[in-house]
Nanobody
């Protein structure tokens, strides 16, 4: 079982900054891509930023130049530094992890990849 726990959300004024963290724990063999998504009321969940195991990143056009995603592989943690926040950044932010786990079946061990989600953290930007 793998758990993702997010932290760092809150209320901030427009132009301010927040840093989100998401720590993965449990029976983890390795973590491939990590990402941050957000969902505003009445809207679909959208990708905000993602980072591969090799460190390559991609961002939604709406956050380029303002948000930075990073990861600490030793801590199984992904971060999202959010600067110059705008009212339209208000949403629940979710982290996502592509996690490889080992599962034993008799004398054989298999490696599987699963998608895990955090519980979400609210970010509210007041204008």
């Amino acid at each position: 079982q793998v758990q993702l726990v997010e932290s760092g959300g809150g209320l901030v004024q427009a132009g301010g900054s927040l840093r989100l963290s998401c720590a993965a724990s449990g029976s983890i063999f390795s973590i491939n891509a990590l990402g941050w998504y957000r969902q505003a009321p009445g809207k679909q969940r959208e990708l905000v930023a993602a980072i591969t195991s090799g460190g390559s990143t991609n961002y939604a056009d709406s956050v380029k130049g303002r948000f930075t995603i990073s990861r600490d592989n030793a801590k199984n943690t992904v971060y999202l530094q959010m600067n110059s926040l705008k009212a339209e950044d208000t949403a629940v932010y979710y982290c996502n992890a592509e996690v490889q786990v080992l599962e034993a079946y008799g004398s054989r061990i298999h490696r599987y990849e699963y998608d895990y989600w955090g519980q979400g953290t609210q970010v509210t930007v007041s204008s």
